[in-house]
């Protein structure tokens, strides 16, 4: 028997940057012919981090209210989990781990999306790439990556190669095979990302590559579209499945941050 699927990477309007109820998303979902999704809002962090981009921790109870409300519309329909897409930022660990205390979370994402003070995933500030040394920049990245597997914070990896996002490949690879080796040792999953598709690198995250080396090393795969509208749940996800599976990959989710399947 196949593996419930699952997207789970997805957001809500109370990260200020996604439209469509949570409601809608879920009955995106099950018009795609999916048997569960996982909501990972951008989780609150320190007020002078990235605020323009997340809810705050005042609408964290609203968050977790209206996520339980689609669970009980949907019950016996679609499995509703509820997850938050975390920050690996150096020096906010003790606050990430507070949040995480605050409720019996499905799914925690790590993501990296600083290095230092640029926000270098943001399409405002795509000029710096022309400043910097690419393969410092995913050496920087990667370490970032590692830091985020060693903390104990975080189920998965999210979207892996992320600064490739506007076409700035990793000139060597090698930052990121040790990152996965780190991730493996310490048994993280990686959030398979199809938003990648629809950014101008035009390639899910994490690439074939990597998704290649990941299954080599044993990390599974968290399948999520990273939708910030209804209409983006599920996206192209028979392609990453085909692609999971034809380097021998395998699919997770997770459920009380317990990885099934």
Known sequence: MASPLFDSHMHTPLCGHATGTPHEYAQ???????????????????RWYDAPWRMNQAQ??????????????????????LGLEADYHTGTEKFVEKVLGMHDWDYVIGSIHYL???????????????????????????????GAAKS??????????????????????????????????????LD??????RKPIAEAYPAPD?????TERGIPFVLGS???????????????????????GRIVTYAGRVRRG
């Open 192 to 197: 398979f990302n199809t938003a990648g598709w």
């Open 210 to 214: 990597l998704v290649r080396a990941a």
């Open 28 to 46: 995106a979902a099950l018009e795609a012919g999916l048997d569960g999704i996982c909501f990972t809002d951008h989780m609150p962090m320190p």
């Open 152 to 189: 104990g914070l975080f189920d998965s990896i999210g979207h892996l190669d992320l600064p490739k996002k506007f076409g700035h490949r990793d000139p060597d690879g090698y930052a990121a095979l040790h990152a996965l080796d780190v991730i493996a040792e310490y048994g993280l999953a």
């Open 60 to 81: 964290l109870p609203q968050y977790i209210e209206q996520i339980q409300a689609v669970q009980q519309a949907f019950a016996g329909k679609l499995e509703v989990r």
């Open 226 to 248: 990273d939708a910030h509208k209804p209409e983006e749940v599920g996206h192209r996800f028979t392609e990453a499945i085909k692609e999971i599976h034809d380097v021998g």
């Open 116 to 146: 230092g003070a640029w926000g270098f995933d943001n399409p405002e500030f795509v000029d710096e790439y022309e400043e910097r040394d690419l393969g410092q920049l995913y050496r920087d990245y990667y370490a970032l990556a590692e």
